[in-house]
């Protein structure tokens, strides 16, 4: 192998470790704060990806429908909970959860999908998949938030069962591929990097930056620190870990939705995509031990460099040579690491 080789491999391993890291702050994010390992959080690249893939065709997303469901359970819940508990209804606690996607809905039946600019068709899924994150919490995750690490994973792993199969109900077995953002490139020496590209590290660092800023310049990223490092004196301080929670999964699914808009251009999608992506997250987010954001960052690079020189030497064998990374780290870790009762 030249030296020009190992350019083009580092450029493809600097572009996938980018989204991988973006996936693995999320999950670190999503486990720091509520102990959720979610598993789920590839589903939402793959949506992404596919929603934005079926409005550029002119079709309105099956996921547009699952957020009128999803949000009609919401109701009907928190309906149920108030009469249970002898509550007061108020009405407008419920009017995003009933006049959002009915407003939304109402948009898209109406809007000509597919003639759309770019920009406006990415919001547009973003706000279609987006809000599936919070309501998931509040149907799934809320109710078993004491729950210990091990019910919540088999949770994970039994949301995630569903999505993929409502993706293939939605978006059918085949691939799909979305237009890029610009068809602009730039020659760095004997490196051509397409447009695209740039945008998925750009918006990869701009992110990563923002969610820095968030945690340590905002109110609302202090007090998520704070209930990532002690959960009970966050609450006994007055900060709902409810609110907590559906604040970190609105996070994750916006972290998860951007991903897949970013990768669609450059990558065929399939309703099960999101999984495989999600794992290399995870293993990126292991590496980090689900609690350091800039370790889980540097191992998402690390990530992304072994699987592109490893599809070089052995590209048969290369998701197993990914995820095998996963075995020192976690050997490491159990040596170093003292066992701590779970509260």
């Known amino acids: 192998m030249d030296f020009q080789i190992a350019l083009f491999l580092v450029q493809d391993g600097a572009t996938n470790g980018a989204i991988y890291a973006m996936l693995a702050l999320a999950l670190v994010l999503v486990f720091s704060v509520t102990r959720v390992i979610f598993i789920p959080q590839g589903e939402f690249v793959a949506y992404g990806a596919l929603t934005l893939a079926s409005l550029q065709s002119g079709q309105i997303p099956g996921t547009l429908w699952l957020l009128v469901v999803v949000s009609t359970i919401a109701v009907l819940a928190e309906l149920w909970r108030c009469w249970r508990n002898g509550l007061p209804i108020g009405l ?161 699914a916006f972290i998860g939705t951007l991903s897949g808009v970013l990768i669609a251009p450059i990558t065929t999608i399939y309703y099960d995509t999101g999984f495989l992506i999600g794992l290399k997250g995870f293993v990126a987010a292991i590496v980090g031990g689900l609690i350091s954001f800039p370790i889980a960052a540097a191992g998402a690079v690390l990530v992304g460099l072994l699987e592109s020189f490893a599809s070089f030497y052995a590209s048969a064998y290369k998701e197993v040579i990914v995820f095998t990374l996963i075995i020192p780290v976690l050997l490491w870790r159990s040596l170093t690491s003292h066992h701590i009762e779970e509260e």
């Open 92 to 252: 407008h606690g419920f009017g995003w959860l009933v006049g959002y996607p009915l407003i939304l809905a109402l948009l898209l039946w109406y809007l000509p999908l597919a003639s759309l600019p770019a920009f406006v068709q990415v919001l547009v899924a973003l706000a279609v998949v987006v809000p599936l994150g919070p309501l998931m919490y509040r149907l799934v995750y809320q109710p078993i938030a004491e729950a210990s690490v091990l019910i919540l994973l088999i949770v994970s792993v039994a949301i995630h069962v569903v999505l993929v199969g409502l993706g293939l109900l939605f978006f059918g077995a085949e691939g799909l591929r979305t237009a890029p953002f610009t068809d602009a490139s730039f020659e760095m020496g004997p490196l051509l990097i397409n447009g695209q590209q740039v945008w998925v590290i750009l918006v990869s660092i701009g992110l990563i930056v923002g969610l820095w800023r968030f945690f340590s310049r905002t109110l609302y990223g202090k007090a998520l620190r704070a209930t990532a490092m002690n959960r009970t004196g966050a609450r006994l301080m007055g900060f709902s870990p409810v609110f907590a929670g559906k604040l970190t999964f609105l996070l994750a």
